[in-house]
């Protein structure tokens, strides 16, 4: 099998799932990493679109798919999304998902 397939880091735990959703957002949305806080209102406070959420969850799973084969996020889940906050519960809760299926 391809090396991507295989995993040789350990889980991910909540306090590196929000650095890499946050990390990602401030990078795809071209803002000050600070104002990516987990109570800022995506579109409001940051001025995310739709396709800058989409950004987001291709960067989100191709960086955690090294770790978790298969991660997904819907992308009706996407539209629910309010704050940073929500963003990163939505991939914990696909993470936990994909870990206990």
């Given at each position: 099998?391809?090396?991507?397939?295989?995993s040789?880091?350990?889980?991910?735990?909540?306090?590196?799932?929000?650095?890499?959703?946050?990390?990602?957002?401030?990078?795809?949305?071209?803002?000050?990493?600070?104002?990516?806080?987990?109570?800022?209102?995506?579109?409001?406070?940051?001025?995310?679109?739709?396709?800058?959420?989409l950004?987001?969850?291709?960067?989100?799973?191709?960086?955690?798919?090294?770790?978790?084969?298969?991660?997904?996020?819907?992308?009706?889940?996407?539209?629910?999304?309010?704050?940073?906050?929500?963003?990163?519960?939505?991939?914990?809760?696909?993470?936990?998902?994909?870990?206990?299926?």
């Amino acid at each position: 099998m391809p090396a991507e397939t295989h995993s040789h880091r350990g889980p991910i735990d909540h306090p590196e799932l929000e650095r890499i959703v946050r990390e990602q957002l401030a990078e795809i949305l071209d803002v000050d990493p600070d104002a990516v806080t987990p109570d800022a209102r995506l579109r409001d406070d940051l001025d995310a679109d739709d396709y800058a959420l989409l950004e987001l969850v291709e960067a989100v799973e191709a960086e955690l798919g090294e770790r978790m084969v298969g991660l997904t996020i819907d992308d009706e889940d996407v539209a629910e999304w309010r704050t940073v906050r929500d963003a990163i519960d939505c991939v914990a809760a696909g993470l936990n998902a994909e870990a206990n299926p």
